[in-house]
Every structure is written in structure tokens, then in C-alpha cells.
């Protein structure tokens, strides 16, 4: 397990976090939030927003394959929302060997492209901004190589810094009325292909389409896992016997992706699920 940088006790109320969140970017002299369209990320940026102005807060997105198009869109219109200057960076994680080859420190590649990539950006344009991320309390029981790169790359973690865990902030986003104060962790598309079989556009491109389907087909929370030729889908516990009811429609879509099998997971939908053997060897 990765160690990350120190925080206080958690914050217990939506006071004392308000209160906490106020005086960290009281200190911050301008923000260039590393933004994701997470709910973590969204609060982020829409408090520098709110505490810093237009002027001395922006949110960063990479642009990249792994980032789903409707994730992408969500989050543009996020920021015009809430009348937060967005920046799109075009990161080339995929034409990095180190990540392609998918091993368990893939996301420390990734991380590691964002950070440098913006870092650039900022020097280029003189700015001083603090480069933040969404990291929170709860990121610290995870497997987060991404922290690693934010350490080195002196990335800022205002939810973690400030004690903030998941729960306290859905509701300190459901109050200030940020549509993503309920939205599903969504990590990238590349987190659905196992350590160890390479990340391919092509793989990317079947894993957006297959969860874009069982989106519409009304199984909003969903993971299409890509194992080869095979896929492993996953739904809530709750949902997989209406899922059955729709096989043949899911059979033929995955065959036209070109998966030549597929597997229900009989456990139901669980974000990280790749991730358990790592956080438990770690443990």
C-alpha cells in the first residue's frame, strides 16, 4: 500500500469541513486542478472556483482514450456549469511502453504523463498555480500508484489534506448542488483490462462501446472487464437476473465488438476488482 502525504484527523461535519476547505485555499495563491469529472475532482475545482475566482482557478483534463467520450462530456458541462475555466491536454500515455505494457504501476505512467504534461503547460504560460488533485481519505486504503507520481511531481491534495473521506464529500457536493454528487466511480477504460495484457486502442474503443450499450439498455453501473477475445460483465448483485433477460441482445453486441465469448460475474459489479489481490498482498 502507498504511502501518502499526512492529513488530520477526519473532518466530522459539513462546518468543519467548509471551515477546513476555506483555509487551505486561503493560503493557495492560484489552482490548476488535475480533473477527472469525479465527484473528488469536481469539488475540488469548483471550490478553488468558489474561494479564488475564474482568474486563479482552472481545471485540467487529459484527453486521452482511456477517458470515456461520455465521461469527457459530462465533465465539460460540469465546468460550464459552475463557470470553471477548463483546459483539455492531449496526453500520450498510450505511446509510452511503461504504460501500454499494462503492468501493476500503470497508473503511475499515467499520473506521471498528466503531472509532467501540466507542469509544461504552467511553466510555459508563467503561472505558479498549485497543481491539486481529488485524493481523499479514502484513496489511502487503496491501491493509488498515482500518488507516487503526485509526490514527486509536488501535486497538492486539499480533500486528503483537509481530512475529507468519500461520504463527507458526496454531501458537502450534494449542498452546494453539483449534479456529481452521486456519480459512480468511473475510473479509466484501461483499468478494465488485467495487469500484464497490453492496453490497445482497439481494446479501449470495445470496452466504451460495450458499457456505452449496457448503458442505454438501462444498467447505468456497469464494468466491462476485457479479458482477449473474452469479456466478464459486470452489474449490481440486484441487476443480474434482469441482465439475464437480455442475453441474445448482449451476446450479439459483444460479437459484433468482437468478443468471441462473455461471462456474467455471479458477485455483481465491484469498482477496483482487479485491484484485490494487489491491496491484500500489500496489506
Known amino acids: 500500500m502507498l504511502s501518502a502525504p499526512p492529513s488530520p484527523a477526519p473532518a466530522s461535519s459539513l462546518d468543519e469541513a467548509t471551515r477546513r476547505l476555506d483555509a487551505w485555499f486561503a493560503e493557495c495563491p492560484a489552482t490548476a486542478?488535475?480533473?477527472?469529472?469525479?465527484?473528488?475532482?469536481?469539488?475540488?475545482?469548483?471550490?478553488?472556483?468558489?474561494?479564488?475566482?475564474?482568474?486563479r482557478a482552472t481545471a485540467w483534463m487529459a484527453n486521452s482514450p482511456s477517458l470515456k467520450r461520455s465521461d469527457l462530456a459530462l465533465a465539460r458541462t460540469f465546468c460550464v456549469t459552475h463557470d470553471i475555466a477548463l483546459r483539455e491536454l492531449a496526453t500520450g500515455e498510450l505511446e509510452n511502453p511503461a504504460y501500454a505494457s499494462n503492468l501493476i504501476d500503470r497508473c503511475y505512467h499515467c499520473k506521471n504523463t498528466l503531472y509532467t504534461d501540466l507542469a509544461h503547460a504552467l511553466a510555459a504560460a508563467g503561472s505558479t498555480a498549485w497543481i491539486c488533485s481529488g485524493a481523499n481519505l479514502d484513496d489511502r486504503g487503496d491501491y493509488r500508484p498515482g500518488l507516487r507520481a503526485a509526490a514527486e511531481a509536488r501535486v497538492r491534495h486539499p480533500l486528503l489534506e483537509c481530512g475529507l473521506g468519500k461520504q463527507l464529500i458526496r454531501e458537502l457536493a450534494r449542498a452546494h448542488g453539483l449534479a456529481v454528487w452521486d456519480k459512480p466511480a468511473t475510473p479509466c477504460l484501461s483499468s478494465r483490462i488485467p495487469y500484464g495484457q497490453p492496453v490497445t486502442r482497439e481494446k479501449l474503443?470495445?470496452?466504451?462501446?460495450?458499457?456505452?450499450?449496457?448503458?442505454?439498455?438501462?444498467?447505468?453501473?456497469?464494468?466491462?472487464?476485457?479479458?482477449?477475445?473474452?469479456?466478464?460483465?459486470?452489474?449490481?448483485?440486484?441487476?443480474?437476473?434482469?441482465?439475464?433477460?437480455?442475453?441474445?441482445?448482449?451476446?450479439?453486441?459483444?460479437?459484433?465488438?468482437?468478443?468471441?465469448?462473455?461471462?456474467?460475474?455471479?458477485?455483481?459489479?465491484?469498482?477496483?476488482?482487479?485491484?484485490?489481490?494487489?491491496?491484500?498482498?500489500?496489506?
Open 33 to 55: 486542478v488535475a480533473f477527472s469529472g469525479g465527484v473528488d475532482s469536481a469539488l475540488v475545482a469548483y471550490w478553488a472556483r468558489r474561494a479564488l475566482g475564474r482568474d
Open 205 to 283: 474503443s470495445q470496452i466504451e462501446a460495450a458499457e456505452a450499450w449496457l448503458h442505454a439498455a438501462g444498467f447505468p453501473i456497469n464494468r466491462v472487464r476485457h479479458f482477449g477475445e473474452r469479456a466478464v460483465i459486470e452489474v449490481p448483485a440486484s441487476e443480474i437476473a434482469r441482465l439475464e433477460t437480455v442475453r441474445n441482445e448482449l451476446d450479439a453486441q459483444l460479437t459484433a465488438l468482437g468478443f468471441a465469448a462473455f461471462h456474467i460475474d455471479p458477485d455483481g459489479f465491484a469498482s477496483g476488482k482487479l485491484n484485490r489481490g494487489l491491496v491484500s498482498a500489500a496489506a
